[in-house]
């Protein structure tokens, strides 16, 4: 059986790792183990940070609702609830959004949520 040289395939292969690798601090973006390994858990990293990007978004969109809220007198929970009740569809991302930019427009939607449900 003929001897198969695999040099060039391994050599793009760790080449691909390093130029992953190139923001890394010391031997990780230099040397090709560290490297391998860094890349690894900067990958699971990322999957992990994917979801909890989703989540504190969803936070912070809460805490923009609530802040708004409180400067009317209504609690963010009664909001919430008042909300879902009066049937209206708008989600926290949209609330949050008005909320910053047109705080008139969401002391409408506070009052026309407020005056349905009583």
């Known amino acids: 059986m003929t001897r198969?040289?695999?040099?060039?395939?391994?050599?793009?292969?760790?080449?691909?790792?390093l130029k992953s690798n190139k923001g890394a601090r010391g031997s990780n973006s230099k040397l090709y183990r560290p490297a391998q390994q860094h890349r690894m858990k900067a990958l699971r990293y990322a999957?992990?940070?994917?979801?909890l990007k989703k989540r504190e978004a969803r936070r912070q969109w809460i805490v923009r609702c609530n802040s708004a809220t409180r400067f009317y007198g209504v609690g963010y929970s009664t909001?919430?609830?008042?909300?879902?009740?009066?049937?209206?569809?708008?989600?926290?991302?949209?609330?949050a959004q008005l909320a910053m930019s047109n705080p008139e427009d969401f002391k409408g939607i506070l009052q026309l949520v407020l005056e349905k449900t009583d």
């Open 79 to 95: 909001f919430i609830h008042n909300l879902a009740k009066s049937q209206v569809r708008l989600n926290r991302k949209v609330l």
């Open 47 to 51: 999957y992990v940070d994917r979801r």
């Open 4 to 17: 198969v040289k695999r040099g060039s395939v391994a050599r793009k292969r760790r080449r691909q790792i």
